[in-house]
């Protein structure tokens, strides 16, 4: 059975301190790692999707990367906007079936 | 302006009553997904369509019952057999069925039991 752990399950960090989130999968033919943002009351925001061990994928100040174990969400210099839960779902099998970790609540504090 | 749209935001169910959540798209989008979510869990899939007129159950359907009579429609029926309905459903979208393109989507339906 496919599995997606996400670490830490909430993380709060000053403005302008930068870290990462965590993203590990046990999985049978990984087709694709996606990373969501999802603020509360609204569904998931599409962020960025990786394809295969050494890909990268950059927006603003987000850097997603991707081995062939895990995957992290690296935040370069937090803002308070960028404070919400972020998901990480892999697909595999034939029917776009997403599986879906339970997400790192972050916080950014002035 | 493109994107799926549920209604609607908040439901509440009586004991022994069944409700449906709308979820429209104007994507043009095959294949539609109907989650659920629940505090400190992960999203689960309550059913599947990815094309018209079919649909698949997912890890949770039981207590649940969907349709897909147009490609832009798949609405969820939650019925009384559901006996712990209270979560955010959120519905999703992608432009194909079978591949590898991200879900979209819609900003949810909360319900709760009166």
Redesign the interface.
Known sequence: EDQ?TQSPEALRLQEGESSSLNCSYTVSGL??L?W?RQDP??????LF?L?SAGEEKEKERLKATLTKKESFLHITAPKPEDSATY?C?V?TG??????????TRLQVTL | DGGITQSPKYLFRKEGQNVTLSCEQNLNHDAMYWYRQDPGQGLRLIYYSQIVNDFQKGDIAEGYSVSREKKESFPLTVTSAQKNPTAFYLCASTERSVGNQPQHFGDGTRLSIL
């Open positions: 997606v087709r694709g996606f969501y009351g609204k569904g998931p925001e599409f999707t394809y998901l779902a697909i034939t029917a776009s079936k997403l599986t879906f970790g339970t997400g």
